[in-house]
T-cell receptor
Framework: AAGVIQSPRHLIKEKRETATLKCYPIPRHDTVYWYQQGPGQDPQFLIS???????DKGSIPDRFSAQQFSDYHSELNMSSLELGDSALYFC??????????FGDGTRLSIL | DAKTTQPTSMDCAEGRAANLPCNHSTISGNEYVYWYRQIHSQGPQYIIH???NNETNEMASLIITEDRKSSTLILPHATLRDTAVYYC?????????????FGAGTRLFVKA
């Protein structure tokens, strides 16, 4: 069965640079979620989109933004990167009433 | 979302049943119990969910108490590959993209 696809799998950036993470949900899923997991931490919710509209917001820094496109894929844009942004970033998708399914994540390292 | 309480860690012998408890005493009437697990640095994997009846699938069984204030995830024959952090989460079903709040979870060690 098709799963959530995230790209890239690994990304190395320097401080103050920008990064864009991409998420392709499971076909026919209309909702996308983004989570951040720092070293030794539990996943923390950042933001979600339902039918291309922002539906919920968590502890997402103002330097980050995200959107969901007409084909339901989503992108997380991160600017002015800081050392503390080094983390695993997970995307999950779901359809109405169904559990979320997660991708394998993007590991972002800030040098 | 209701808060959950889970043991920090548990051990289980390979081939034996692993019983992972979760307390969710403030669960609301429309909230389900979901279980996910995360094997080191991989994405969280959905296991099972339920409202008030016991549930079973190919991965596990979920036993929910009658008052719904606690539940137990059962892995009937644990293998070394079941070593992971197990998260118990309570939330209403997805009705337009509401977040999942991960608590601390239980780190399960399956030993040979």
């Amino acid at each position: 069965a098709a799963g959530v696809i995230q790209s890239p799998r690994h990304l190395i950036k320097e401080k103050r640079e920008t990064a864009t993470l991409k998420c392709y949900p499971i076909p026919r899923h209309d909702t996308v979620y983004w989570y951040q997991q720092g070293p030794g931490q539990d996943p923390q919710f950042l933001i979600s989109f339902y039918e291309k509209m922002q539906s919920d917001k968590g502890s997402i820094p103002d330097r980050f933004s995200a959107q969901q496109f007409s084909d339901y894929h989503s992108e997380l844009n991160m600017s002015s990167l800081e050392l503390g942004d080094s983390a695993l970033y997970f995307c999950a998708s779901s359809s109405l009433g169904e559990p979320q399914h997660f991708g394998d994540g993007t590991r972002l390292s800030i040098l | 979302d209701a808060k959950t309480t889970q043991p920090t860690s548990m051990d289980c012998a390979e081939g034996r049943a692993a019983n992972l408890p979760c307390n969710h005493s403030t669960i609301s009437g429309n909230e389900y119990v979901y279980w996910y697990r995360q094997i080191h640095s991989q994405g969280p994997q959905y296991i099972i969910h339920g409202l008030k009846n016991n549930e079973t699938n190919e991965m596990a069984s979920l036993i929910i108490t009658e008052d719904r204030k606690s539940s137990t995830l059962i892995l009937p024959h644990a293998t070394l590959r079941d070593t992971a952090v197990y998260y118990c989460i309570v939330r209403a079903p997805n009705t337009g993209g509401f977040k999942t709040i991960f608590g601390a979870g239980t780190r399960l060690f399956v030993k040979a």
